[in-house]
């Protein structure tokens, strides 16, 4: 299942490992580096195809805040999506994310994860900081607050349980929003001059 997740264009290729090892020989050389990000799912914060500055963690634990956008590796590619939980499962200390565009959190991934926060977006020619969330309506600040919940209170018992619960939602959101999609574009077609009914 491809998720619905911002990630950095032209990495691919890496695997988990490499990307982890990149950014370990980053951190003795320089403190920050920057990528062109890919997706619609930090928007409009984060517009797709926008540049983003990203300083480097010295470690998992450096200062990472519920609130922050971080950058992290999560399978083959690098993620800028928002910290919403902080969860300590058995000996290790898990971060649930989401992206600003979306009511689902992502799958859980481990703190050693983080390569750092994302600490500017360059999408009009001119660096800017990284501000807060944009404000959403109730419902959708109530349902992301509920999921969040769910997978972080599954996280502490199971991880691999939180991930099994996390990726179902998505699955479920996806297909919500297809139908939805669906219904949209009938109902547009249906309420056209000259059409059938």
């Not at 300590?88 to 703190?111: E, F, H, M, Q, W």
Request: hydrophobic share 45%; charged share 20%; glycine share 10%.
């Amino acid at each position: 299942m491809k998720l619905n997740q911002s990630r950095v264009v032209g990495h691919s290729e890496f695997d988990r490992e490499r990307l982890l090892a990149f950014s370990g020989l980053l951190s003795k050389s320089s403190r920050e580096f920057e990528f062109l990000l890919q997706g619609k799912s930090m928007r409009p914060l984060l517009p797709d195809g926008s540049r983003i500055r990203v300083r480097l963690a010295a470690a998992a634990d450096d200062q990472l805040m519920v609130g922050q956008v971080l950058t992290y590796v999560a399978q083959d590619r690098m993620v800028a999506h928002r910290l919403v939980r902080s969860v300590k499962s058995g000996s290790n200390r898990y971060l649930i994310t989401r992206g600003d565009a979306t009511v689902c959190c992502d799958l859980p991934v481990l703190a050693a994860s983080v390569l750092g926060p994302v600490i500017g977006c360059c999408a009009t020619g001119s660096w800017q900081p990284v501000g807060p969330p944009p404000e959403r309506w109730f419902g959708f600040r109530w349902l992301a607050l509920l999921i969040s919940n769910l997978v972080g209170g599954i996280l502490r018992v199971s991880p691999a349980a939180a991930v099994w619960t996390a990726k179902r939602i998505i699955g479920i959101h996806r297909t919500i929003e297809r139908a939805t999609g669906f219904l949209k574009r009938h109902a547009a077609r249906g309420s056209r001059p000259g059409a059938a009914l």
